[in-house]
């Protein structure tokens, strides 16, 4: 018995897949006036503050890739338990846990 290839957005919207690398990733990403390590914090930040933890440990692998370190991430998750919440912060905490166990790996 073979095992089924999991569905991608790609396969179930394509082209909103196809407007998230063109407009997120070939544009807003690349525009000039921040770097990609700014962008990331600022990226992190928001899918912290709002709760958007599905998108968290693919950013801060991004972010850890773009210049930002663990540390800096720590530092973002603590400071925004004051603005984005108690609960936000300790999810993203934890998520960032886990993204630094799985890239030691």
Known sequence: MSEKT???VADVAPKFA???QSVVLGDIWERPG???RDRSLITVASHVARYRTVFLPHH???ALQNGVTADELGELVTHLAIYA???NATSAAEILA???DELEQ
Request: glycine share 6%; charged share 20%; hydrophobic share 40%.
């Open 6 to 8: 999991p569905r991608t």
């Open 85 to 87: 919440g108690w609960p």
């Open 34 to 36: 921040l770097s990609k």
């Open 18 to 20: 196809e407007l998230s």
């Open 60 to 62: 801060m692998k991004l």
């Open 98 to 100: 886990s993204v630094l």
